[in-house]
């Protein structure tokens, strides 16, 4: 089973409009963190917001915001007023629990978002 | 203060041969890990290490992968011989683990882009 699925390849916004990119999570481990990195066309990795699945308020980080619903193991990236610079790929990740001393996050496959004029 | 450091950034090189990436950590982090980024299988984590220590390489695809890590500074991911299936982009990141205040948050170097022909 997936352990993070993003079911939407591909999203169009249109300028200053806010967007909701999808990620659903599988864990049995009671402690986890959730994460949204960006990749933009020129490939860098870049964190955005961090969820901790003990957190009781939603993450937020300028224009991103994390709408973490625990009990639907969702953790949806919201980009309010979308900028044309916002066009990139989107990927949600997941560390569980403290296993060996490590901490690896498990990508999905990413969202493709398109800001248009 | 300096980002993880991989090099080269580009590599193009023929069947057989062998292919060298490097990468140096954010000083003062103590997790490393290796992605690999294809179109077909997204990002797959190949190899991490905590305190210099290999922790998990059940991602390394076979034998002819191998990571080290001599020190806290410096690590290698070795590819020999190489075949057209390995081109990818090879990510290097790095992090501080989740003790004290540190979310985990993986701080990924530009990538190596590697392409066997």
């Known amino acids: 089973a997936q352990k993070i699925t993003q079911t939407q390849p591909g999203m169009f916004v249109q300028e200053k409009e806010a967007v909701t990119l999808d990620c659903t999570y599988d864990?049995?481990?009671?402690?986890?963190?959730l994460f949204w990195y960006k990749q933009p066309s020129s490939g860098e990795m870049i964190f955005l917001i961090y969820q901790g699945s003990y957190d009781q308020q939603n993450a937020t980080e300028g224009r991103y915001s994390l709408n973490f619903q625990k009990a639907r193991k969702s953790a949806n990236l919201v980009i309010s007023a979308s900028q044309l610079g916002d066009s990139a790929m989107y990927f949600c990740a997941m560390r569980e629990g403290w296993k060996g001393g490590g901490n690896k996050l498990t990508f999905g496959t990413g969202t493709q978002l398109k800001v248009e004029l | 203060d300096a980002g993880v450091i991989q090099s080269p950034r580009h590599e193009v090189t023929e069947m057989g041969q062998e292919v060298t990436l490097r990468c140096k950590p954010i000083s003062g982090h103590n997790s490393l890990f290796w992605y690999r980024q294809t179109m077909m299988r997204g990002l797959e984590l190949l190899i991490y290490f905590n305190n210099n220590v290999p922790i998990d390489d059940s991602g390394m695809p076979e034998d002819r992968f191998s990571a080290k890590m001599p020190n806290a500074s410096f690590s290698t991911l070795k590819i020999q011989p190489s075949e057209p299936r390995d081109s990818a982009v090879y990510f290097c990141a790095s992090s501080l683990g989740t003790s004290g205040l540190s979310t985990g948050e993986l701080f990924f170097g530009e990538g190596s882009r590697l392409t066997v022909l």
């Open positions: 864990t049995s481990d009671p402690s986890y963190g």
